[in-house]
C-alpha cells in the first residue's frame, strides 16, 4: 500500500529556515509527479511546489527565490528547503504523489510548520 510520510516541520521564527521531508513507499517514486502544498487555517490548500520525474520545478510565486523541492529517487524522498520564513508560511504542509500515468494520487498526512514574529 503506498504511503507518503512527512517529517521536518516545527515551530521557527520569522527568517529563519526549515527542510521537510517526505518518504514515500509502495509506489514506483521516480514515476511520479512530486508536490507539496499548504494549507493555512481557514484557508483552501494550495500548491507551494512541484518537481517532475524530469526534475523540472515549478513554484508559487509567494515562494520563489526562498523555498527550494528537490527529490532523490534512491531515497525515494521528496525535501522542501524553506529559507527566510514568513509568518504568512504558517500552515500544515503535505506532501502529494502523482503517477504519470494518471492513475493514483496519494497525500501525505501533513506536518505542521509555524513561522513566530
Known amino acids: 500500500q503506498a504511503q507518503l510520510v512527512e517529517s521536518g516541520g516545527g515551530l521557527v521564527q520569522a527568517g529563519g529556515s526549515l527542510r521537510l521531508s517526505c518518504a514515500a513507499s509502495?509506489?514506483?517514486?521516480?514515476?511520479?509527479?512530486m508536490g507539496w502544498y499548504r494549507q493555512a487555517p481557514g484557508k483552501q490548500r494550495e500548491l507551494v511546489a512541484g518537481?517532475?520525474?524530469?526534475?523540472?520545478?515549478n513554484y508559487a510565486d509567494s515562494v520563489k527565490g526562498r523555498f527550494t523541492i528537490s527529490r532523490d529517487n534512491a531515497k525515494n524522498t521528496v525535501y522542501l528547503q524553506m529559507n527566510s520564513l514568513k509568518p504568512e508560511d504558517t500552515a500544515v504542509y503535505y506532501c502529494?504523489?502523482?503517477?504519470?500515468?494518471?492513475?493514483?494520487?496519494?497525500w501525505g498526512q501533513g506536518t505542521q510548520v509555524t513561522v513566530s514574529s
Open positions: 502529494n504523489a502523482r503517477s504519470i500515468w494518471g492513475n493514483s494520487d496519494y
Open positions: 509502495g509506489m514506483i517514486f521516480s514515476m511520479n509527479n
Open positions: 518537481i517532475s520525474i524530469r526534475g523540472s520545478t
